[in-house]
């Protein structure tokens, strides 16, 4: 594989697309046998998550359902600090499983915000999903129940991820060369 270049940054290979298909596989089996005897409804964070939602999603035996709600905290390379909602949630999740589906968790800014508006509707239970984690940068507190790969901080892009816009159709992982 050959580094590719996204706006004026060049990013080099980083996790394969059968190192994060299998690794999708698993974390979906783990979820088949956690909520074995339940049915759940996954909400998936728009847009960087899109890819991981769909390959995630297909490995699913257990009944579910998927809704979509778009978050945004980012503008280039860093955590812009704030975190708006630009489409909202669909989904009644009272007394619902709820499990939402991240694609990336950096600082932990977006989801420690985002969070507290599922629990204010009382779902039955909530975990959260996600592909990557940038470990040692996250800051806020985020309860993670399952992580697909802990990543060091440096900006990835591919499969879902962007640089301001572009780089999401990739089927590998890639990170930037410094
Ligand atoms: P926080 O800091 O709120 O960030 O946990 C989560 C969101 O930030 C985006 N993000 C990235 N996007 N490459 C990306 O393409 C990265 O390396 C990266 N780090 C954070 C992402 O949208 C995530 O939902
Ligand atoms: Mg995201």
Redesign the pocket.
């Known amino acids: 594989m050959e580094t590719i270049q996204v706006h004026d940054k060049v990013f080099k290979p980083y996790i394969t697309e059968n190192q994060i298909q299998q690794r999708i596989k698993e974390l979906a089996e783990n979820i088949n046998r956690d909520y074995a005897e339940q049915t759940v409804i996954f909400i998936a964070?728009l847009n960087?998550s899109f890819m991981f939602a769909s390959d995630f999603f297909k490995h699913l035996t257990i009944k579910s359902e998927i809704s979509f709600i778009k978050l945004a905290?980012?503008k280039g390379l860093k955590?812009s600090g704030t975190v708006t909602t630009a489409i909202g949630l669909d989904v009644d999740l009272h007394n619902k499983h709820v499990v939402v589906l991240?694609?990336?968790?950096?600082?932990?800014?977006?989801?420690h915000h985002f969070i507290p508006q599922l629990e204010h509707q009382h779902p039955a239970s909530l975990k959260i999903v996600t592909l990557l984690h940038?470990a040692e940068m996250t800051q806020y507190p985020v309860q993670i129940d399952y992580t697909g790969f802990v990543i060091p901080n440096k900006?990835?892009?591919g499969y879902g991820?962007?640089?301001d816009g572009q780089g999401r159709n990739y089927r590998d992982i890639y990170q930037l060369v410094e």
């Open positions: 964070i960087g905290s980012y955590s991240e694609d990336i968790i950096d600082t932990g800014k977006t989801l940038k900006f990835v892009v991820l962007d640089y």
